[in-house]
Nanobody
């Protein structure tokens, strides 16, 4: 599975951005896709995830501001980010979780920089 992320950039506080992640290759046993982020000096953290069934999960820090969605026909996942704050500044990584029985494997895309600054 290859993941191509796009949509990052520079935005002012309170602004919005939409990230896209297009997956290619076999999607068999890909049970969830999501977005992680890593700020300088910090660990990579989950931002939002969506399962093949459409269930979603969000970090507490982004609930009510970010929305994850997917287009199954395009194998693409989106992250709509509203009311952005400076603390949202990070490199955002797209993730796809392969899961078969007890075996799990994470696919990662190249990161896209999101900078929230005035």
């Amino acid at each position: 599975v290859q993941l191509q992320a796009s949509g990052g950039g520079l935005v002012q506080p309170g602004g919005s951005l939409r990230l896209s992640c297009a997956a290619s290759g076999s999607m068999v046993n890909i049970n969830a896709m999501g977005w992680y982020r890593q700020a300088p000096g910090k660990k990579r953290e989950l931002v939002a995830a969506i399962t093949t069934g459409g269930s979603t999960n969000y970090a507490d820090s982004v609930k009510g501001r970010f929305t994850i969605s997917k287009d199954n026909a395009k194998n693409t996942v989106y992250l709509q980010m509203n009311s952005l704050k400076p603390e949202d500044t990070a490199v955002y990584y797209c993730n796809a979780l392969y899961s078969e029985s007890t075996y799990k494997f994470d696919y990662w895309g190249k990161g896209t920089q999101v900078t929230v600054s005035s």
